[in-house]
């Protein structure tokens, strides 16, 4: 066992969901640094037991909660089992390959919709009762850059999921405000992640090794998350200097 962590969010408690691989898991590993707890969620299990062991070796504490963000019972039950919650990390999300308005099929459509935007309001209508109950709290929803700019790439279901997170993280803000609880969005450009993979044509790793990275990220989300209680950061837009939004997509 290493030595405990100790930071800023010491005595605080927080939900990542898709908390098994890429950004989920490198802000799991940087929150549990700064002294949170953290529980960590995602369909399987195997991943997110490794990074409850990486964290509880460092002498960290984590749990691994295993679930489905798009079934909504689920979620409620993973949150009764959890308990208060002081921060939520909204980052499971997903994109399909055949994304185009030619070719996306309703079935794509409703799993992007279902994983990307009701797998964000879900956690988010489950942490709501115990934070107004506790004066405040705190919830990190990962959007996109897609989110704030359409583009051809991301396609139709993942342009219009991640545009509505910024209209429910500014809801957030415009209803719970009064009660002390702040939304957070946070906006990537392109962040070397599995989920690239999904693309019709993936990117280089030459490309990859010029986006952001999980632990850029993670970092980020540990900014917002050890800012004072009085302080709302809105929205964040974040993208790679190589901006491939701005300089063009070779796949396209």
């Given amino acids: 066992m290493g030595k405990r962590y100790m930071g800023k969010l010491d005595n605080q408690s927080v939900w990542i969901t898709g908390g098994g691989t890429g950004i989920g898991a490198a802000a799991a590993l940087t929150l549990a640094q700064a002294g949170a707890e953290v529980f960590v969620s995602g369909r399987r299990l195997q991943p997110l037991e490794s990074i409850v062991q990486s964290i509880a070796k460092a002498g960290g504490k984590a749990h691994a909660v295993p679930l489905d963000v798009a079934d909504a019972d689920s979620v409620a039950s993973a949150a009764a089992d959890i308990g208060q919650v002081n921060i939520l990390v909204a980052n499971a999300g997903l994109n399909v390959p055949n994304r185009s308005l030619g070719s996306l099929t309703s079935d794509d459509w409703d799993l992007v919709i279902d994983v990307n935007l009701n797998g964000v309001f879900y956690p988010v209508r489950a942490v709501l009762p115990g934070m107004r109950a506790s004066g405040g709290g705190l919830m990190i929803l990962i959007s996109s850059w897609a989110g704030r700019y359409v583009g051809r790439l991301t396609g139709a279901s993942y342009n219009a ?40 044509t993936p990117p280089s790793t030459k490309d990859m090794d010029r986006m952001l990275q999980g632990q850029d990220l993670a970092d980020t989300v540990r900014f917002v998350a050890e800012m004072p209680a009085h302080v ?8 790679p200097t190589w901006n491939r939004f701005y300089q063009g997509f070779d796949e396209l």
């Fill in 232 to 239: 709302c950061i809105n929205e964040i837009l974040i993208s």
């Fill in 161 to 200: 999921s991640k545009r509505a997170v910024l209209a429910l993280g500014e809801t957030i803000n415009t209803e719970e405000g009064g009660a002390g609880i702040r939304s957070t969005v946070i906006m990537p450009g392109e962040v070397s992640t599995d989920i690239l993979k999904t693309r019709p």
